[in-house]
């Protein structure tokens, strides 16, 4: 698949809680259309979205949010009513105004959102991405290069340092490449994933109870990934931001 830049818009994000400016990319595959996807240029979350929603695509740089809002969706707020009525009672600290029901959705979606980066990218398995290949290619190409390189003039003793070097480089960068390789879904989930969440759920001030009761709704609703999010990771990160109030 294709993603092709084409400009920015405004939307809401459920991660950073607000309106923010959003990059689209329009997605093709063999010249064919497959649909549009946004970023978010906050928190870097991207998803399918609507083309048509949007009554333009702005394409000049260093704009404002506002600007984005009446240049490209200017009936944001109206469409998002419901969703920016309660991000306003988050907003002002007022959440006795949310119902249990509210206040639990809420705190559900970012959830709903991460699961299926989760699923593509499964703790359990390997994945390959670029960072990886490049330390696999990076653990071979050097030793090969210290011990296949031309030695002019240099006595015995010396080339023979360097392939002690080359051998022990190897083995110590291939025991760092096989670890990093094994557990980079989970470096993902907490570098990646769980900060996210963390902020997105900050502002709602969860109890560890009520982030119980979502991932046993995740899970009894057949999201088995769900067991690899971890609550005193999540609360590591709402405490955090709770304490830098950024939100």
């Known amino acids: 698949m294709i993603f092709k830049k084409i400009g920015k818009v405004a ?7 607000g309106v923010r400016p959003f990059r689209l990319k329009k997605v093709t595959h063999k010249s064919k ?7 978010c240029l906050d928190c870097r979350i991207k998803s399918k979205t609507d083309r048509s929603k949007y009554a333009n695509i ?17 009936h944001l707020r109206e469409h998002y009513r419901e969703e920016l009525r309660k991000d306003k009672f988050v907003d002002e600290d007022n959440l006795p105004m949310l119902t249990d029901e509210e206040r639990l959705e809420m705190i559900r979606e970012p959830f709903d959102i991460f699961i299926p980066f989760i699923e593509k990218r499964h703790p359990a398995e390997i994945y390959f991405d670029r960072r990886t290949i490049k330390s696999c290619l990076f653990t071979f190409i050097i030793p ?12 015995t003793e010396i ?6 070097f080359a051998i022990a480089f190897l083995i110590i960068s291939s025991i760092v490449s096989f670890y990093y390789l094994k557990n980079a ?20 001030k969860p109890t560890t109870d009520e982030l119980e009761h979502i991932l046993n709704s995740l899970k009894n609703s057949g999201a088995s ?13 709402v405490d955090m931001y709770i304490k830098n109030a950024e939100w």
């Open 159 to 164: 080339v023979n340092y360097f392939y002690y």
């Open 11 to 17: 939307d809401l994000c459920i991660v950073c809680r």
């Open 58 to 74: 702005c394409r000049k740089h260093n704009v404002t949010v506002e600007f984005l809002i009446s240049d490209t969706f200017p």
């Open 185 to 204: 879904n989970k470096f993902y989930l907490k570098n990646f994933i769980f900060p996210r969440i963390g902020k997105s759920v900050a502002p709602l």
């Open 33 to 39: 259309l497959l649909g549009y996807e946004k970023e």
């Open 144 to 155: 090969l290069l210290l011990i296949f390189s031309p030695k002019p003039n240099i006595p």
């Open 225 to 237: 990934v769900a067991k690899y999010i971890k609550i005193k990771d999540i609360m590591f990160y």
